[in-house]
């Protein structure tokens, strides 16, 4: 399976997007929207702001595996 690491993440606060690159190896628990300012969280049974608020899921849940283990 190919895991896509670059994530189209979008303000819901805004609505800008921006094409990120996620980290293979850590979590990212908050994001800072470039237009707004607004720090973004994962929403609540979500491990990462890319399950939550990214086009793609990180690449762990991808994977299937445990995120953030």
Known sequence: MNVILESVISCPHCNTKRVETMPVDACMYFYECTNCK??????SGDCCVFCTYGTQKCPPIQLDKSCCA
């Open 38 to 43: 607004t720090l973004l969280k994962p929403a």
